[in-house]
């Protein structure tokens, strides 16, 4: 059961951070195909620097997840550092790459630009909230 403090949707973004966590780490396995990479500050990774940051990141992101299921205050700095990253990185990540070609990859971007910025940014938003109220 979720802490009370907690609530429902930190919970689930707790588990879906952990969730990303586990896939950062396993990047430089190419699970998800050959081209399969971190993407750091716009530019695939591969190979050596792939094999670093991308495990690098995903403790990052576990020890956020961590920090979100304890209520912990730091998960706060760490949430709202990690949403300006993902901010960076999709900008530079659009400046970088050719426009999308079919309009299915160009409506599969637009989710995915939505929902990055919205869960990066709103987890930090509702710790403020939780990390506030009386509990």
């Given at each position: 059961m979720a802490n009370s403090r907690r609530g429902t949707a930190l919970t689930v973004l707790a588990i879906l951070f952990a969730i990303l966590a586990v896939s950062d780490i396993l990047k430089p396995l190419h699970l998800e195909g050959p081209t399969t990479g971190l993407v750091f500050f716009g530019k695939r990774l591969s190979g050596a620097p792939n094999a670093i940051l991308g495990p690098i990141l995903g403790i990052v992101l576990l020890i956020y997840a961590a920090g979100i299921w304890r209520m912990s205050r730091y998960a706060l700095y760490l949430g709202y550092a990690y949403a300006i990253y993902v901010t960076i990185n999709l900008i530079l990540f659009s400046a970088r790459n050719p426009s999308l070609t079919s309009r299915s990859e160009m409506i599969f971007g637009i989710v995915y630009i939505v929902f990055?910025?919205?869960?990066?940014?709103?987890t930090p938003v509702l710790l403020s909230r939780r990390q506030g109220a009386p509990g």
């Open positions: 990055a910025l919205a869960l990066s940014w709103g």
